[in-house]
């Protein structure tokens, strides 16, 4: 990094002639030296990555699988279905709670008890978000591993089995483990193919990383096991839109590890619009300066992973340079004016094509081991590395003003 730096001071210099010293040196370092170094570590943290395995002749506990859900009749029984029919050598109980739907999910859970009793059914009247929701479930758990699991989540039949295995597994002191989620709805359009290659690639190959380094930053709600007891200790899921993170962050700052399982794989549908997508991944970024409100001490703990949530205050810089620096000069490229976007610019194509190569051969390689294949998905692929940060940055950023003006917010399902 220091290298490109220095490399990189001719167009410090020329840059600081047509817009500003300041503003200069925020571009250039948050859209090219910063987001290098951090490519950089990732390609050689993957290179030392070596997944522990997960013991064999393990007694597994009991298990309680939490499903909040409002409005899922089109999903919710498939969903159970497939817990239901999970290769899990213990027992597993299922509590849906209902956060005030107004179709026929109820229906469709009911429905389904007739002949599954160990299903049980909260119906709350009025809806008041997933993490009140989960709460509720919370209270009526009788199992010390509890499980959320996404009411539109396909879970692969061994998936429980996986993540259960992998937190006996894991140190002494790991009290949850976040699972895989993967996209089951990528054929429906561009956005949804599109998505499909930054949960695979993307999203999967950082939280392996944090997980070598000893802690996963987030166990996000759409499948996630978690100790009960710890749970409680901490007041459950906080009513907050980023839940899951800031929940996550609050087990990291009482001292605890939160693992990584990467062959527990749920396979969920992901937005389908653009406006969807654009809603979700606002809530996203709000959930990261929650997680900084609510744990700002978490910044000073001496461990490998606070080295993560450094990170993690770089991202909306790096999403600010992109919006208002890289976008702006990929516009003037156009028109012939360098002074951001330029020729050379092309020359990172080939590193960016080799470090997505390097995730994707991870990723296979896990899918392979579960019996699976990577679909092919070229058109999705052109879309996530020339298209995708044009709307995933500035929806961010936009995140990021929501929560720091705190507008008015909204709980979405995703």
Same mark, same amino acid.
């Given at each position: 990094m220091?290298g490109s730096?220095w490399?990189?001071?001719?167009?410090y210099?020329d840059l600081?002639?047509?817009?500003?010293v300041?503003p $200069? @040196?925020f571009?250039?370092?948050?859209?090219?030296?910063i987001?290098?170094?951090?490519n950089?570590?990732v390609a050689?943290?993957?290179?030392?990555?070596?997944?522990?395995k997960?013991?064999?002749?393990?007694?597994?506990?009991?298990?309680?699988?939490?499903?909040?859900a409002?409005n899922?009749?089109?999903?919710?029984?498939? #969903?159970?279905?497939?817990?239901l029919a999970q290769?899990?050598?213990?027992?597993?109980s299922?509590i849906v709670?209902?956060d005030?739907s107004s179709?026929e999910?109820?229906?469709?859970v009911?429905s389904?008890?007739?002949?599954?009793?160990?299903i049980?059914?909260i119906?709350l009247?009025?809806?008041?978000?997933k993490?009140?929701?989960?709460?509720?479930g919370?209270a009526?758990?009788q199992?010390n591993?509890?499980i959320s699991?996404?009411?539109?989540s396909?879970?692969l039949?061994?998936?429980?089995?996986? %993540?259960?295995g992998r @937190?006996?597994s894991?140190?002494?002191?790991?009290?949850?483990v976040?699972g895989s989620?993967?996209?089951?709805?990528s054929r429906?359009n561009?956005?949804t193919? $599109?998505?499909?290659?930054d949960?695979?690639?993307?999203?999967?190959s950082i939280?392996r990383?944090q997980s070598?380094?000893?802690?996963?930053?987030?166990?996000?709600?759409?499948?996630?096991?978690y100790?009960r007891?710890?749970l409680i200790?901490?007041?459950?899921?906080?009513?907050m839109?980023?839940e899951d993170?800031v929940? #996550?962050?609050?087990?990291l %700052?009482?001292?605890?590890?939160v693992?990584?399982?990467e062959d527990a794989? $749920?396979?969920?549908?992901c937005?389908? #619009?653009l406006?969807?997508?654009i809603k979700?991944?606002?809530?996203?970024?709000?959930?990261l300066i929650?997680?900084?409100?609510?744990n700002?001490?978490?910044l000073f703990?001496p461990r490998l992973t606070?080295?993560y949530i450094?990170?993690?205050?770089l991202?909306?810089?790096m999403?600010?340079?992109?919006?208002f620096?890289?976008i702006?000069?990929?516009?003037?490229?156009?028109?012939?004016v360098y002074?951001i976007?330029?020729?050379?610019?092309l020359s990172?194509?080939?590193?960016?094509?080799?470090?997505?190569?390097?995730? @994707?051969?991870k990723?296979?390689?896990?899918?392979?081991?579960?019996?699976?294949?990577v679909?092919a998905?070229a058109?999705?692929?052109?879309? @996530?590395?020339? $298209?995708?940060g044009?709307? %995933?940055?500035?929806?961010?950023v936009?995140?990021?003003?929501s929560?720091?003006?705190?507008?008015?917010?909204s709980?979405?399902t995703?």
């Amino acid at each position: 990094m220091a290298g490109s730096f220095w490399i990189s001071q001719p167009w410090y210099h020329d840059l600081s002639q047509e817009i500003g010293v300041i503003p $200069a @040196y925020f571009v250039i370092t948050f859209i090219a030296i910063i987001p290098g170094f951090m490519n950089a570590f990732v390609a050689m943290a993957l290179l030392l990555d070596r997944r522990p395995k997960v013991m064999v002749d393990q007694h597994y506990p009991p298990v309680t699988v939490l499903i909040a859900a409002y409005n899922e009749d089109k999903s919710i029984a498939q #969903t159970i279905k497939a817990i239901l029919a999970q290769s899990y050598p213990a027992n597993i109980s299922v509590i849906v709670i209902n956060d005030g739907s107004s179709d026929e999910t109820v229906a469709s859970v009911r429905s389904l008890q007739i002949q599954h009793p160990n299903i049980e059914l909260i119906d709350l009247v009025t809806n008041g978000g997933k993490a009140a929701a989960l709460n509720h479930g919370l209270a009526r758990c009788q199992t010390n591993v509890v499980i959320s699991i996404d009411a539109d989540s396909y879970v692969l039949k061994d998936g429980i089995r996986h %993540l259960v295995g992998r @937190y006996l597994s894991d140190p002494i002191e790991t009290k949850a483990v976040a699972g895989s989620i993967l996209i089951r709805n990528s054929r429906e359009n561009w956005i949804t193919k $599109a998505q499909e290659w930054d949960y695979f690639l993307g999203i999967a190959s950082i939280k392996r990383i944090q997980s070598l380094f000893q802690g996963t930053l987030v166990a996000q709600g759409a499948f996630s096991l978690y100790e009960r007891d710890t749970l409680i200790r901490l007041n459950g899921w906080p009513e907050m839109v980023g839940e899951d993170i800031v929940l #996550t962050w609050k087990i990291l %700052l009482a001292g605890f590890r939160v693992g990584h399982a990467e062959d527990a794989l $749920a396979f969920t549908d992901c937005p389908n #619009t653009l406006r969807q997508f654009i809603k979700q991944r606002q809530r996203w970024s709000r959930g990261l300066i929650e997680a900084f409100k609510v744990n700002p001490r978490i910044l000073f703990k001496p461990r490998l992973t606070t080295m993560y949530i450094w990170w993690n205050t770089l991202f909306p810089l790096m999403d600010i340079a992109y919006t208002f620096g890289f976008i702006p000069g990929l516009i003037l490229a156009c028109f012939g004016v360098y002074w951001i976007v330029g020729p050379m610019t092309l020359s990172l194509l080939p590193m960016g094509f080799l470090l997505n190569w390097q995730m @994707y051969l991870k990723g296979r390689k896990m899918f392979a081991a579960e019996g699976l294949h990577v679909r092919a998905n070229a058109l999705g692929f052109i879309f @996530y590395v020339f $298209a995708y940060g044009v709307i %995933l940055q500035p929806a961010c950023v936009y995140g990021y003003f929501s929560e720091f003006l705190n507008l008015r917010k909204s709980w979405g399902t995703k």
